[in-house]
Every structure is written in C-alpha cells, then in structure tokens.
C-alpha cells in the first residue's frame, strides 16, 4: 500500500481496480454455476435452465455472470483506451502493455467458451465457425480443427473440454494480472499529463487515497452492472441462444457477443484471395494480425511525448480511430450484403492504416505542445486557471 | 595434453548426450498420449460409414442426413439444374471444377455433398442466392447448382465426401 502513485489521475485510471473486481466476480459466480451445470450435449441446455429457474438465487448468480462477462470486457475497451490515449504502451511500460494484451487476448478466449456451455443454437454454431477458423491454417489445418473438437463436428467432446478449459483460463489470468501488477510496480503508474514522477511532491500514497478512489469507481460501476443484473439479464444476450443447439439448422444470422465483434468484422472483411492467400486464410491472418498489432504498437509510435493531450495532430486520428472501432463493432452485427461489406472494408483498413502508417508519421512530422515540467506544476496550475 | 582431452569426444559427453535424449524421448512419449486424447475417440470414429436409401426423395427436393456428426446434403437436381452447371464456363469459377467431376458417372441427378459452408461451417440455405443454388447466411457465400463457389468469402466449393453407388438407389458415404 506505501505505492507512491502519481497526484493527477483521473477516473479513468480507476478501472484497472475494478477489472481486478470483475475477474474476482467471474470466478465467485463460475465456481457456484459450475456446482449446478452438467457438460454434457443432452442436458447442458435444460441444466442452465434448471440454474435459472430451480436453484435458489441461481436466476441472480447465473445473471450476474452472464452480465459480468459484458461488464468485464465495457471495462477492459475503457482500460485499453486510456492506454491508447495516453500513451501508457511507451517505453518504460512495454511489458506492462504486452502483459496487457495477453490478458485482453486469453479473456476474449474465455468468454468465448464460456458462451457455448449453455449449448444454445448460438452457442453451437458460434463454436463451429470459430473452429473452423484453424482449418485455415495450411497443411495440417484440418487435422488441427479435427484434434480441437475431438471429433468432425462440434459436439459432446467439444462441449466437454471447453468446459474444462473455461474452468481453468480464469486462474491463468490471474496469474498474468499478478505478473501485469508487478510490472506495473516497476516503473509506476502513468498519469495524464504522461511526464515522469520526478520528486515526492508529485505524488500521493496509495492508501488510503486511491484505495479510497478505486472504491468509490466500483460503487459507481456496479450501478449499471445491477441494472442489468435485475432489471435485463438478457438484454445484451441474443434471443436465439435460447433455442437449444441443432447442428442442422444454422440460424438466420451468426452474431458473436458483442464486445468480440470488432474482431469479427475484421474475420470477414476479407472476402477476397490476395495473391496465393485465399480469403478464408486471409480472413484469419487479418484478425489475428489486428490484435498482434497491439503487441508491437510500443515500437510503431515513437513519439516521446506520452499523453495524446499535448499531440494536436495524434487527438484527431486517435478520436476517428475510436469512432471507427465503434464501427467495427456496429458492422459486426450487420448481415454481410450490400454497403455493409463496403463499410467494413472501410473500417478494417482504417485499424490497419492507424497503427501501420499514421502511428509511426505522426511521430515524425508532430510537433508537440510545450509539456509541463512536472505533475505538480500542471496540477497547480490548473488550481490557479 | 589438456588440450587434446577437451576437443575429443569424452564417455562424459556421450553420457550427457545420451540422458538428454532419453529425457527428449520420455517427455515426448508422455505429451503424445496427451494430446491425442483430445482426437476423435472410438465411438466418434464408429459412425464413420453410412448407408443411404435414395428412394422417396423426388426431383427437386433435398435432405440432410448425418455422417461422422456432420450435416450431408443430398439433392435430387432438375434437368435445369444440371444444365446450368454444365454450361458455366469454367473461367467464371473461383475453384474450377467440372458439374462431372462433382458427381458419379450416370448419377448426375444426385448431388451428394457436405453441408458446412467451406468458409467458417454454417449451413447453407438450398435454392437460394443468384446462382440458384446455395446461400451462405452467415458471411454471404453463393454456391450454383453444382455447389460451386460462385462469391462470397468461402474459398473452396463445397466438399463431396467419399461415397459409391451400391445400387442405383443406395449409397455409401465414407
Ligand atoms: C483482467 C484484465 C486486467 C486487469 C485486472 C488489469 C489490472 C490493472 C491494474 C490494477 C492497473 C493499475 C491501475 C490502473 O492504471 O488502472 C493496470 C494498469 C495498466 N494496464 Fe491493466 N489490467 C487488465 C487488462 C489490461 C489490458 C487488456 C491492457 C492493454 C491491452 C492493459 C494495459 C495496462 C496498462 C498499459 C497499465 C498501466 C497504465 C498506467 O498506469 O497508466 N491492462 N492494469
Ligand atoms: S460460413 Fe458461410 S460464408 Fe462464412
């Protein structure tokens, strides 16, 4: 708790708490579905529902993990962003944001298998098209997909070792959330302005201060999180995942949970060969290229100066970058015809062109403005304007 | 002297080399099983071959059967049908592949194959789409009446899996 933690941050530096919060909710409510949940094609279906409807408090546990999942990932884009901002990725922070991107990247596995337990039609047919993806990879491909599944098809062995893997991800997040906290303790927190701690006057203790900050952050973030825990458990959920899983009727329309549908965008944008790559590959190596991307962004923005602030030119790509992650998202969820497929090419570029090229020209042709001197000279001066 | 004993190969290297790869070899021998559990088991691979009786299903219609787990189409095509997916210059495929290739000689009528979209795996939906023949919901793919890949991101046409006449109207997938 004697962490000398810079005087100057805002909310926005409260979420890391409570992402801490939301995995500590995960796993409480995980372990007490898991108590009730049978993994097994015949009766995963009815055993949610029976969760629901006969458990005593099963219809709250089981929504506040079900919600939790969507709470957790609104808060991670909102930690990832404000490192976006602010330049928290630069160095001396690089392990710090590779730690990061590693817990992003195996909580979105997570989740993913954590939504084809109830073995609705969603579920199963969300499961076939996300392993179908390892067919694209060349030569043994096939084979791989076949070794995922345990058989040709999704089915029970599928079913049963998602569950095993859902059970044991959570834990290994943990343990690089430990591994992110530490390196964090190495060079400090970030803040705002993006200028180093230089004396103690630029910081405050940890405790109670901004234990006390962080706390208040969870009440103000469980409101909306109770909201829909009580008030529309199935609100962020897509209807058909309440028709148990067929596997000879695809449904209208295959939409992923929300927050992964960015990504998915980027899957099926490309739905045209390049050179000897087909699409399909294509798709693939496109979606896993967009979040290795964030691996290597420390070195693509050079730029010395931190804090999007005091960077005129990188405020505006960077808003137009947020926009269009939106759209990402948005088109996600669209049917693949008509303007939609243009749309999302659009967008996919964007993401690319971002990190790829304007990322690393800005930091070349920027000028910033002037940085303060210290924190506490900004934090004073701002008292006084 | 010295120098002699540290460039020769010594029975200490040997030994060294020797437990390295015995160790190389058990930990190998202990993943494989592993990970092979997590192939196909032995009642998966059990319903490997099917039978199919043809009779019944009309000109026209389709069905779905089940083989190994996987969704199979089977259609009985229409003379038009056919014709179409004869004339298509093979030029205007993105995996060139002949209507005759794509069914057993004398059968052309029956058009055997599997269901999964050879995208990402969705079910297509029959007499849909520009070609007349598939329509993939999930991304947009269009299959003609061959089920050929006509647009759309699925990259191959969609699969025929191994089967032979027994009869004229009896099958046998795998
Ligand atoms: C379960 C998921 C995560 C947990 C529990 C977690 C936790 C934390 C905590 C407690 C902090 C310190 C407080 C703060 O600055 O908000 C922090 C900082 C940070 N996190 Fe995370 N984090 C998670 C995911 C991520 C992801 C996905 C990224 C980026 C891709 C990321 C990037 C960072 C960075 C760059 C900092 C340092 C920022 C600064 O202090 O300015 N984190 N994290
Ligand atoms: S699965 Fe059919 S188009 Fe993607």
Redesign the interface.
Known sequence: MDFPTPKNLNYFWTFGAILVMCLGIQIITGIVLAMHYTPNIAMAFDSVEHIRRDVNGGRIIQAVHAVGASMFFAALYIHIFRGLYFGSYKAPREILWILGVIIFILTMATAFMGYILPWGQMSF?GA??????FSAVPIVGESLQ???R????V?N?TLN?FFSLHYLLPFIIAAVVALHIWALHVPGNNNPIGVEVKSKRDTVPFHPYYTMKDMFAMVVFLIPFAWFVFFAPDILGHPDNYIQAN????P???VPEWYLLPFYTIL?A??F?VLFI????G?VIAMAGSMLLLVVLPWLDRSPVRSGNFRPLFRWFYWLFVINFIGLTYLGAQ???GIY?LLAKICVAYYFIYFLVILPLLSRIETPKPLPTSISESVLKKAHA | MATQAETQTTRRDFLYVATGAVAAVGVGAVAWPL?NQ????AS?LALATIRFNLDGIEVGQSV?I?W????VFVRHRTEEEIETARETPLSEL?DPQTDAARVKEGHAEWLVMIA?C???????VGESGEYDGWFC????SVYDTSGRIRR?????NLVVPPYEFLTDSMIEIG
């Open positions: 047919w076939t098209v996300i392993t179908n993806i076949v070794l995922l345990g058989g040709f098809a089915g062995p070792r596997s000879q009727v695809t209208e329309h295959i099926r490309i739905d060969n087909d699409s399909k590959l798709g049917p693949a015809e497929t | 990970i997590l192939n196909p088991d998966t779905t089940l190994r787990g996987l969704p993105k999964n050879t995208h990402l795996g969705c079910i297509p919901p999930c991304h947009g759309g991101p699925a990259p191959t």
